[in-house]
């Protein structure tokens, strides 16, 4: 290629051939306006990523709202208060102690393979590399994990449990974990600082975070529940499965919805960039903008192929056709391919989907055999199809996508089933049996300690007359008939406080609140 570089003496030469006498001054004039409209360019494409990764990051933050409505929806109604409230602190409290700790614990760098420490409470940011929409949107990951965990305790934990668990997750575990995987300082990351070696040679390709975001609230949640117990009539004395159905599917399906479209953030997001090309300039179609594209495709094709075989699977299962096994069949798949979405064929995408609803199957099978209850099937979608998703990363991922999502590593191995050996796939088992030890050491020590000193589970009679009366003032639903001003009467539904407080003792319950 030849030299582009705007040089004053080569450009005075050109110019004095033609009898300039001011060839000097032009060049000069001409060199400032070429380095202006590359300084100009830096900016543009700047603030085109940043804008790219601030619209993600919204996208992100939106599934907030799906899981709030997923959860009310899976739970009884006189619990709706509370689960949505916690939903609303996740946000909240991970908000102020990503922002003190865990950002720095993540991606402090310069730092170990283990922990961060630079950037606490984001000073020194912005700095190169480090802008506040990079921060927004790991805190917008961070708190997802949190949101994970909420739903695998829901209808019986103490209110102040869920503050201190939540403020642990996002502030101390769930950031070391990312600094391991997705740190260029950390000892197990695919995309290392240039020199450092690589875990097997490879580093682990968990993309977006099956492992990194799913996995970690999986287990936390699945310790969690272990540790509580399962809801009072969840089993009979016998040990069989006794459905407590969520009192809503109309907000699980709105919730099912508003998770897909903030997929499409979470994963294409993880790009972080988008104005970049991998072939010649003016290509139209080898950029990133075009993997960022097949990985929204990745994403929709593993999620809709896990939700159909769900349908069919449970249908034959059950005898019925039913829309929330489906949503949760979805999700699982959407769990599922978030490793590897970025580096696999879409072919392989079905693939991931299809074995991703079977394995939420089994896991639910075995949940029941063991007594293990959990609201929203969050450890067995979560914690089971996320860890499958990290092995189908290892398995399919293909060698010119990897090297575009990884670059500056010519040679690296990739998936075990496309031709690049086993290392990739060692390194991501690696992943899953290091997510799964800390987790357990750190969250299920946490929820051992909570119950020990009684902070844990709540009273069995707050339990059976629900948690939003009990504990919160009043019900999310309350049908009842005031007089208007006029002294008229209607009826209707409403939110209502109330200062009195139900004694279940003394209250009749139906079949359905027990």
């Given at each position: 290629?030849?030299?582009?570089?705007?040089?004053?003496?080569?450009?005075?030469?050109?110019?004095?051939?033609?009898?300039?006498?001011?060839?000097?001054?032009?060049?000069?004039?001409?060199?400032?306006?070429?380095?202006?409209?590359?300084?100009?360019?830096?900016?543009?494409?700047?603030?085109?990523?940043?804008?790219?990764?601030?619209?993600?990051?919204?996208?992100?933050?939106?599934?907030?709202?799906?899981?709030?409505?997923?959860?009310?929806?899976?739970?009884?109604?006189?619990?709706?208060?509370?689960?949505?409230?916690?939903?609303?602190?996740?946000?909240?409290?991970?908000?102020?102690?990503?922002?003190?700790?865990?950002?720095?614990?993540?991606?402090?760098?310069?730092?170990?393979?283990?922990?961060?420490?630079?950037?606490?409470?984001?000073?020194?940011?912005?700095?190169?590399?480090?802008?506040?929409?990079?921060?927004?949107?790991?805190?917008?990951?961070?708190?997802?994990?949190?949101?994970?965990?909420?739903?695998?305790?829901?209808?019986?934990?103490?209110?102040?449990?869920?503050?201190?668990?939540?403020?642990?997750?996002?502030?101390?575990?769930?950031?070391?974990?990312?600094?391991?995987?997705?740190?260029?300082?950390?000892?197990?990351?695919?995309?290392?600082?240039?020199?450092?070696?690589?875990?097997?040679?490879?580093?682990?390709?968990?993309?977006?975070?099956?492992?990194?975001?799913?996995?970690?609230?999986?287990?936390?949640?699945?310790?969690?529940?272990?540790?509580?117990?399962?809801?009072?009539?969840?089993?009979?004395?016998?040990?069989?499965?006794?459905?407590?159905?969520?009192?809503?599917?109309?907000?699980?399906?709105?919730?099912?919805?508003?998770?897909?479209?903030?997929?499409?953030?979470?994963?294409?997001?993880?790009?972080?960039?988008?104005?970049?090309?991998?072939?010649?300039?003016?290509?139209?179609?080898?950029?990133?903008?075009?993997?960022?594209?097949?990985?929204?495709?990745?994403?929709?094709?593993a999620g809709c192929t896990s939700a159909?075989?769900?349908?069919?699977?449970?249908?034959?299962?059950?005898?019925?056709?039913?829309?929330?096994?489906?949503?949760?069949?979805?999700?699982?798949?959407?769990?599922?391919?978030?490793?590897?979405?970025?580096?696999?064929?879409?072919?392989?995408?079905?693939?991931?989907?299809?074995?991703?609803?079977?394995?939420?199957?089994?896991?639910?099978?075995?949940?029941?055999?063991?007594?293990?209850?959990?609201?929203?099937?969050?450890?067995?979608?979560?914690?089971?199809?996320?860890?499958?998703?990290?092995?189908?990363?290892?398995?399919?991922?293909?060698?010119?996508?990897?090297?575009?999502?990884?670059?500056?590593?010519?040679?690296?191995?990739?998936?075990?089933?496309?031709?690049?050996?086993?290392?990739?796939?060692?390194?991501?088992?690696?992943?899953?049996?290091?997510?799964?030890?800390?987790?357990?050491?750190?969250?299920?020590?946490?929820f051992y300690v909570l119950h020990r000193?009684?902070?844990?589970?709540?009273?069995?009679?707050?339990?059976?007359?629900?948690?939003?009366?009990?504990?919160?003032?009043?019900?999310?639903?309350?049908?009842?008939?005031?007089?208007?001003?006029?002294?008229?009467?209607?009826?209707?539904?409403?939110?209502?406080?109330?200062?009195?407080?139900?004694?279940?003792?003394?209250?009749?319950?139906?079949?359905?609140?027990?």
């Open positions: 290629m030849a030299d582009q570089t705007c040089s004053v003496s080569n450009l005075s030469a050109l110019l004095s051939t033609g009898g300039s006498t001011n060839s000097t001054a032009a060049a000069q004039y001409i060199c400032s306006q070429l380095q202006t409209a590359v300084l100009t360019t830096a900016d543009i494409t700047t603030a085109v990523d940043m804008t790219f990764l601030l619209f993600s990051t919204y996208l992100v933050f939106a599934m907030q709202l799906g899981f709030a409505m997923l959860c009310a929806g899976s739970v009884r109604a006189k619990n709706t208060l509370n689960i949505m409230l916690t939903n609303i602190l996740d946000a909240a409290a991970g908000a102020l102690f990503y922002y003190l700790f865990g950002f720095a614990f993540a991606f402090g760098s310069p730092s170990n393979g283990f922990i961060g420490h630079h950037f606490f409470a984001l000073k020194s940011v912005p700095s190169p590399g480090f802008d506040y929409p990079y921060f927004l949107f790991q805190w917008a990951f961070a708190i997802a994990a949190a949101g994970i965990t909420s739903g695998s305790i829901a209808e019986r934990t103490q209110f102040v449990s869920y503050l201190i668990y939540s403020s642990f997750l996002t502030g101390f575990v769930y950031p070391i974990v990312s600094h391991w995987f997705w740190s260029a300082d950390g000892w197990a990351a695919a995309n290392r600082n240039p020199g450092d070696s690589l875990l097997f040679g490879s580093g682990v390709i968990d993309f977006a975070g099956s492992g990194v975001v799913h996995m970690v609230g999986g287990i936390a949640g699945l310790w969690a529940a272990l540790i509580e117990g399962p809801r009072i009539g969840r089993f009979d004395h016998n040990g069989r499965s006794v459905p407590l159905r969520g009192h809503s599917a109309t907000l699980i399906v709105l919730g099912s919805f508003m998770l897909w479209f903030g997929w499409y953030g979470f994963n294409p997001g993880s790009f972080i960039t988008i104005a970049k090309s991998y072939g010649p300039i003016g290509s139209l179609v080898h950029g990133q903008w075009s993997a960022i594209g097949r990985t929204a495709v990745t994403t929709t094709i159909l075989t769900t349908l069919f699977a449970k249908r034959f299962q059950t005898g019925h056709w039913n829309v929330i096994d489906v949503c949760n069949g979805l999700l699982g798949g959407f769990a599922a391919i978030t490793a590897g979405c970025a580096v696999v064929e879409r072919g392989a995408a079905v693939i991931c989907g299809f074995v991703a609803a079977w394995v939420l199957i089994g896991f639910n099978l075995l949940a029941a055999r063991f007594q293990y209850d959990d609201p929203l099937e969050a450890a067995q979608l979560h914690g089971g199809c996320g860890s499958w998703g990290v092995l189908f990363a290892g398995l399919f991922a293909k060698k010119d996508f990897v090297e575009e999502a990884y670059p500056g590593r010519p040679g690296r191995p990739y998936g075990l089933f496309m031709g690049g050996g086993g290392r990739l796939l060692a390194a991501n088992v690696v992943q899953m049996l290091v997510i799964t030890g800390w987790v357990s050491v750190t969250m299920g020590t946490l000193m009684g902070l844990l589970r709540i009273s069995a009679e707050d339990e059976l007359a629900g948690l939003d009366v009990t504990n919160h003032g009043g019900a999310a639903y309350v049908y009842c008939e005031e007089e208007s001003a006029g002294g008229g009467s209607h009826g209707g539904f409403m939110m209502k406080a109330t200062n009195s407080r139900v004694d279940p003792r003394l209250t009749p319950l139906s079949p359905n609140e027990i």
